[in-house]
């Protein structure tokens, strides 16, 4: 038996009134998900437990099987094991993220989608700035921070705060004062670097301010073979997965091209999944676009990213496996809602769809946050969804 999951980062969300009480799952073209859900079996998955932030990281890992209440330090340990960086006992890591600050208002918590190589020339140019820590670029907009203190601060994501003023915002608590000095100092080498003249010049967002979060030491997790007794693979374009990949002793597949992004390499994507399903039992494949439209509140866009999702994954990836001997079942659903209305995450339930050998089908007519809610699955605890594919 092959396991495939096929996750659309943020893809959930809330009715909205510009798309007539539609959700943009349900507004969306989505016939292969919709195929899938007929065929299969639906339910609503709670992938957030009580009393833990609604963040990719926290998702993915209940998405994963890994129980957060155990398992979970925070999000930047895991994006630094895919970045290659160790953590010793004692060191923190921090999500470092470029962000656009406008009139004390942050306008943007990706500075524009900055280059992954503009990100680097910024990340050379503020190392000087910070002898004492370690400064590491890298994908685009997230890079990453090692301290040797700083875990008592309480730190608030920027995409928590778009289009918000950030004092009352910025790090706060023990060892907050060490990361406002960091982030202060940054802004002034930022403000004159080449790379965000140009930018300015070229009408985008400056990177004009680092923006600290998501610390935590080095997690320990068990193997995804030692829970489950199956061998896999991580595809994603975003290191947080990729860390989570690795944590997880799973192989963690790069895909030319894959971006985070609308723009990325879905043929890549599902071409490096079949194959790796040629020799492994299990492949989890990651989608961010949906999730970076949302917290844009770009509405048409995360329809779009939908859309292609289904077009250009979840479509070929279904075909892909009818034409191979052995016997799969697909897990398909988001991580979490990513809503339109509020810009960043919530802990709304998220509908999820399973189907392949053995899957008694549902009365399901498509996929949907409401569909979802007359699934055969009820409501389900994401920690038990692979465990109940795989049995």
């Known amino acids: 038996m092959k396991y495939v999951v096929l996750l659309g980062d943020g893809m959930a969300d809330l009715p909205i009134p510009a798309l007539q009480g539609k959700t943009p799952l349900q507004a969306a073209s989505t016939p292969n998900m919709d195929l899938l859900a007929k065929q299969g079996r639906c339910g609503l998955a709670r992938t957030v437990p009580d009393g833990f932030p609604p963040g990719s990281d926290v998702a993915n890992l209940s998405v994963m099987g890994y129980l957060p209440q155990k398992y979970y330090t925070g999000r930047a340990p895991l994006e630094a094991a895919a970045m290659g960086v160790h953590l010793d006992n004692g060191d923190i890591a921090f999500r470092c993220n470029f962000v656009t600050v406008e009139d004390g208002i942050m306008s943007d918590y990706s500075a524009g989608h900055i280059t992954s190589e503009e990100g680097r020339a910024l990340i050379e140019a503020l190392k000087p700035l910070m002898p004492e820590q370690r400064l590491y670029a890298g994908v685009s907009y997230r890079n990453l921070l090692v301290l040797k203190a700083g875990a008592r601060a309480v730190c608030t994501p920027p995409h928590d705060i778009s289009d918000q003023v950030i004092d009352g915002h910025l790090p706060r608590g023990q060892d907050a ?27 985008k967002k400056p990177a004009n301010m680092i923006w600290l979060w998501g610390q935590g030491p080095r997690p320990a997790m068990p193997t995804f073979q030692e829970l489950y007794g199956l061998k896999g693979a991580m595809i994603s374009a975003v290191d947080l997965l ?144 692979v465990g109940m594919m795989a049995k």
Not at 188 to 198: D, E, F
């Open 242 to 385: 990729r860390g989570i990949g690795k944590y997880a002793g799973l192989e963690v597949i790069e895909v030319p091209g894959a971006t985070g992004n609308i723009d990325t390499n879905y043929e890549g994507k599902v071409e490096a999944a079949l194959l790796a399903l040629k020799t492994l039992d299990f492949v989890y494949l990651h989608v961010e676009a949906p999730d970076e439209a949302g917290h844009e509140g770009k509405m048409d866009e995360k329809i779009k990213a939908i859309e292609l999702f289904d077009q250009r994954v979840v479509g070929p990836v279904i075909e892909g496996l009818r034409r191979q001997s052995e016997d799969w079942r697909v897990l398909l659903m988001p991580d979490h809602a990513t809503p339109i209305a509020i810009k960043t995450h919530s802990r709304d339930p998220v509908p999820f769809a399973m189907m392949g050998k053995g899957i008694e089908a549902d009365e399901s007519s498509g996929f949907s946050e409401e569909e979802a809610k007359r699934g055969g699955f009820g409501l389900v605890e994401a920690t038990k969804l």
């Open 177 to 203: 004062d060490l990361l406002i000095e960091l982030m202060q100092a940054a802004r002034p080498v930022l403000a004159k670097h080449p790379v965000n003249l140009k930018r300015i010049a070229e009408g």
